[in-house]
């Protein structure tokens, strides 16, 4: 991951720090290698043109050219701008204390790691002390419920499931009801994924949004579609509202063009990435730690 944008930036960086002055036409060169790399990496070209105007403008003026250290003034820049476009501060789930049920439901097309996300969020919240419950309400695919029920002995974590059920309405109301009777803090809903964003699984979600009031709407994107996962995260944010983008596949060899775009793109922070297929490999974002892994 960001392995090629990585390597433009830390040339970049290599030759600004070594100048003794910086010129106004060094800038636009670096700029402009920039400008490359990031479209290289599938950055979105609406972010790709922010970044870049807003580099060359804070750049130019007489901080960084008149500065006793321009490259590292420049450098400086470059690192609070990729701070600044995957999130800022680090984000974490909103939910309430563990008295009242809080409730995270997961969204997402097919094959992004939903279900894998479920397991992995229920296990990281159980390190914390809190009591999760995962509800496999993804009815469209049956592998879905036997998978979420497998990861959940995994961890020893409680699966809520309902075969006769058609409509995940229904799961998700009985499961609300089974979670006030047990000792549940947290229930962690798995919903049905499409293979593209269609009217039917909006329309699916809005209701359980409407019904549930989650704390958490969570749209869980897959880091290898690239500019695919923001557009996804661009139509689920616009058709329920999500709180935030759980970006899984982090591990492969992607090119960063999801996390450097989905928080311009959408409002929506990633809070969490997904690192490997295991239960544990789930890990909180943090844009400072990958902006300094960025510039090397
Ligand atoms: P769903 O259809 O959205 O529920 O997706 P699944 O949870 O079944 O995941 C689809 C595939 O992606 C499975 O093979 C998972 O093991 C894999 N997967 C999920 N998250 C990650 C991740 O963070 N890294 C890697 N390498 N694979 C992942």
């Not at 309430?96 to 969020?121: E, H, N, V, W, Y």
């Amino acid at each position: 991951m960001f392995d090629r944008i990585s390597a433009t930036f830390q040339d970049i960086v290599r030759s600004i720090t070594g100048k003794a002055t910086i010129s106004p036409k060094n800038i636009e060169e670096a700029v402009e290698q920039i400008k490359y790399a990031l479209l290289e990496a599938d950055v979105h070209v609406r972010v790709v043109r922010r970044f870049v105007n807003q580099t060359i403008q804070e750049a130019t003026g007489e901080r960084v050219l008149k500065s006793v250290t321009p490259g590292q003034q420049f450098v400086k820049i470059l690192y609070d701008k990729l701070v600044s476009f995957l999130g800022d501060e680090r984000q974490d789930l909103t939910l309430k204390g563990p008295d009242t049920l809080s409730i995270i439901l997961l969204a997402g097309l097919q094959g992004s790691g939903k279900t894998t996300t479920a397991a992995k969020l229920a296990l990281h919240l159980k390190k914390k002390g809190r009591r999760p419950l995962l509800v496999a309400a993804d009815l469209a695919r049956p592998a879905a419920i036997d998978q979420l029920e497998t990861l959940g002995a995994s961890i020893d974590v409680p699966v809520y499931t309902d075969r006769s059920q058609k409509d995940p309405r229904a799961v998700v109301k009985r499961a609300l009801s089974h979670a006030k009777r047990q000792a549940v803090d947290t229930l962690i809903v798995d919903t049905a994924g499409r293979h593209q964003v269609d009217r039917e699984l909006m329309d699916e979600l809005s209701r359980l949004v409407r019904d549930l009031s989650p704390d958490e709407a969570l749209l869980v994107a897959d880091a290898m579609t690239g500019q695919t996962a923001v557009d996804v995260a661009k139509a689920f944010n616009e058709a329920v509202g999500i709180t935030g983008v759980v970006l899984t596949k982090f591990d492969s060899d992607t090119r960063g063009g999801a996390a450097l775009s989905i928080r311009t793109i959408t409002g929506a922070p990633i809070k969490f990435i997904g690192v490997g297929e295991k239960v544990d490999d789930l890990e909180p974002f943090y844009p400072d730690r990958i902006a300094s892994r960025i510039l090397g």
